[in-house]
């Protein structure tokens, strides 16, 4: 017996919605087409679109250090309200995660506690070359984390001869924060105590184009994979269009929803985050790298902070955001708004994940896959509310704001864990293969 069949769903198959229904057994995809056999349960997906389960490429869950800003178990039920059936997790937690000891410590912590499947980042230091090195076979890594330019946590790596030895000794992706440390500092005395309108002043454009030409420059020479993040300039848009290949970049979705210096006057802090947030001139260009498909992932960026400490005064305030539940909804509304195709959509959260960084079995519905699913209404209007955002943070910048489309039901590993906004059973996600 089956234990669980879709029937009736408009499927995302081969880049085309098909009526097809889905067999699942065991946690995988086991038939596709018409399907009469008997099943434990089925579940009726009339008038929905059966996607492949989304990933969210970056995300901070603060676990081990602040627990009390956000942990595994509270950003992974997040992740699946949000119809995101697997996130990869950053290291600049606290101690950072940039030993193989704690990046087993990591996992153990992860079991029995996430909902949602999950691979991990290992963290680049300046010292720690032979770790790096030695990542290939390393259950639940998905990559390196570098830290170009100074955020939250301590895994800054900014000196231009520490940045080599990382890609030199890279076995895996290296996903790069790119902001040139030395700008920083020198830019500092541009902050103006009290108005966060001088974040993307102080975290200027060049500051950006700058470490990014860098990082590129590095991993071409080296011939090694960088992925790099949260891109914010129209600078890096034109520059990274000439050299993809091995280089892939990230937008984040609030980057391309919200745009200064709007989003501080509304947000005033709450809308600050690293690479900041800047003026629509850019935004509009990452727009067009959308459109174009020069950009490859969308990733959240989700980086919760408590209220009381984003309440402070900038540039004492924390930099971040939540997004893993509002990625989808803020995404498939986009897509409504005629913005970009929801072919286009799967490639930058199901395809291209899987394609740069090898995952096994994921982002898309194929016989012998994984049966991970994020099953949307693309005409359900759903309006964000601070009171329902599953993360400990209780907040997120797109309160009040309506999106059309949004997450019906998340299935991971063949069971159905989220339906109309209930979490469903324990937590039995597990870490992704590479």
């Known amino acids: 017996m089956l234990d669980l069949i879709i029937k009736n769903g408009s499927c995302y198959i081969d880049k085309d919605l098909k009526n097809h229904d889905i067999a699942i057994k065991d946690g995988k995809i086991i038939e596709i087409g018409k399907i009469d056999s008997e099943a434990k349960e089925i579940f009726d997906a009339k008038g929905l679109v059966v996607l492949p389960g989304c990933i969210d490429t970056q995300t901070h869950f603060r676990e081990p250090g602040s627990t009390d800003t956000e942990d595994l178990n509270s950003g992974s039920r997040?992740?699946?309200?949000?119809?995101?059936?697997?996130?990869?997790?950053?290291?600049?937690?606290?101690?950072?995660?940039?030993?193989?000891?704690?990046?087993?410590?990591?996992?153990?912590?992860?079991?029995?506690?996430?909902?949602?499947n999950y691979a991990f980042y290992f963290g680049a230091t300046a010292d720690n070359a032979n770790e790096l090195a030695d990542l290939k076979n390393l259950e639940g890594c998905c990559g390196i984390k570098l830290f170009a330019g100074s955020s939250t946590g301590n895994l800054l790596v900014a000196d231009e001869k520490d940045i080599e030895t990382v890609f030199q000794n890279s076995s895996k992706v290296v996903a790069v924060h790119s902001e040139d440390e030395e700008i920083l500092n020198i830019n500092k005395k541009l902050i103006n105590k009290g108005d966060v309108h001088s974040h993307p002043i102080w975290r200027s454009e060049e500051c950006a184009i700058s470490s990014t030409r860098r990082i590129v420059r590095i991993a071409e020479r080296y011939n090694k994979k960088a992925h790099v993040l949260h891109i914010t300039t129209k600078q890096e848009i034109?520059?990274?269009?000439?050299?993809?290949?091995?280089?892939?970049?990230?937008?984040?979705?609030?980057?391309?929803?919200?745009?200064?210096?709007?989003?501080?006057?509304?947000?005033?802090?709450?809308?600050?985050?690293?690479?900041?947030?800047?003026?629509?001139?850019?935004?509009?260009?990452?727009?067009?790298?959308?459109?174009?498909?020069?950009?490859?992932?969308?990733?959240?960026?989700?980086?919760?902070?408590?209220?009381?400490?984003?309440?402070?005064?900038?540039?004492?305030?924390?930099?971040?955001?939540?997004?893993?539940?509002?990625?989808?909804?803020?995404?498939?509304?986009?897509?409504?708004?005629?913005?970009?195709?929801?072919?286009?959509?799967?490639?930058?959260?199901?395809?291209?994940?899987?394609?740069?960084?090898?995952?096994?079995?994921?982002?898309?519905?194929?016989?012998?896959?994984?049966?991970?699913?994020?099953?949307?209404?693309?005409?359900?209007?759903?309006?964000?509310?601070?009171?329902?955002?599953?993360?400990?943070?209780?907040?997120?910048?797109?309160?009040?704001?309506?999106?059309?489309?949004?997450?019906?039901?998340t299935i991971i590993n063949g069971e159905v864990k989220m339906k109309n906004g209930n979490i469903i059973g324990d937590p039995t996600g597990k870490p992704m293969k590479f």
């Open 78 to 116: 997040a992740a699946i309200v949000g119809g995101i059936t697997a996130v990869f997790e950053m290291p600049n937690t606290n101690p950072p995660t940039s030993t193989k000891k704690e990046f087993q410590r990591k996992l153990d912590l992860a079991k029995h506690r996430m909902y949602c």
């Open 238 to 409: 034109d520059f990274l269009s000439q050299h993809k290949g091995n280089i892939t970049f990230e937008i984040t979705p609030q980057h391309l929803t919200i745009y200064a210096p709007d989003c501080y006057d509304k947000l005033g802090t709450y809308a600050q985050m690293n690479p900041p947030i800047r003026d629509k001139s850019h935004y509009d260009r990452l727009w067009y790298a959308v459109k174009n498909n020069f950009n490859d992932t969308i990733g959240s960026d989700h980086a919760p902070h408590l209220k009381a400490n984003k309440d402070k005064e900038y540039p004492n305030s924390p930099s971040g955001m939540p997004g893993v539940q509002t990625l989808m909804p803020v995404m498939l509304n986009h897509v409504n708004n005629g913005k970009l195709r929801l072919e286009q959509l799967m490639n930058l959260v199901c395809e291209n994940p899987v394609k740069i960084f090898g995952i096994k079995n994921k982002g898309f519905i194929k016989e012998n896959f994984d049966a991970d699913f994020t099953i949307v209404d693309l005409n359900k209007v759903i309006e964000i509310q601070n009171d329902k955002i599953e993360s400990k943070c209780g907040w997120s910048p797109f309160d009040g704001y309506k999106f059309k489309g949004a997450p019906i039901a």
